[in-house]
């Protein structure tokens, strides 16, 4: 009996003391807020920006040339894998040469994901 008397008077306690929120003095401006249009990269801005951008052309050239020679191994070990009966090695190197070609197409186009990402 004690239970539910307390069940129904903390319902009725918390429905009379919540009351609706007021309107927010003054009212926001439409359009107002934070310029985006006015963030803009400048890489003149970085001291030595040329030396970030050749080490980030030599890491791409670097993630380019392992996955060609992921695939390449994958390649010969799924051609290689059946002749010596190994079709574990065969399966291998057939997902070796889906995730080398995956990664190939992922670091071959970073720059065009780069440029769309900070296109103005």
Same mark, same amino acid.
């Given at each position: 009996?004690?239970?539910?008397?307390?069940?129904?008077?903390?319902?009725?306690?918390?429905?009379?003391?919540?009351?609706?929120?007021?309107?927010?003095?003054?009212?926001?401006?439409?359009?107002?807020?934070?310029?985006?249009?006015?963030?803009?990269?400048?890489? /003149?801005?970085?001291? @030595?920006? #040329? %030396?970030?951008?050749? =080490? $980030?052309?030599?890491?791409?050239?670097?993630?380019?040339?392992?996955?060609?020679?992921?695939?390449?191994?994958?390649?010969?070990?799924?051609?290689?894998?059946?002749?010596?009966?190994?079709?574990?090695?065969?399966?291998?190197?057939? /997902?070796?040469?889906? @995730?080398? #070609? %995956?990664?190939?197409? =992922? $670091?071959?186009?970073?720059?065009?994901?780069?440029?769309?990402?900070?296109?103005?």
């Amino acid at each position: 009996m004690t239970a539910y008397t307390g069940a129904w008077l903390a319902a009725v306690l918390t429905a009379r003391v919540v009351r609706p929120v007021a309107d927010p003095t003054p009212a926001p401006t439409p359009g107002g807020g934070f310029d985006w249009e006015k963030i803009k990269p400048d890489p /003149s801005a970085v001291p @030595k920006s #040329g %030396l970030f951008y050749t =080490i $980030v052309n030599a890491c791409m050239f670097l993630g380019v040339v392992a996955a060609i020679a992921g695939l390449v191994s994958g390649a010969i070990a799924f051609g290689v894998g059946p002749i010596f009966g190994a079709h574990i090695i065969s399966d291998r190197g057939k /997902s070796m040469m889906w @995730k080398a #070609g %995956l990664v190939a197409l =992922i $670091v071959g186009s970073a720059t065009t994901i780069v440029s769309f990402l900070l296109r103005q």
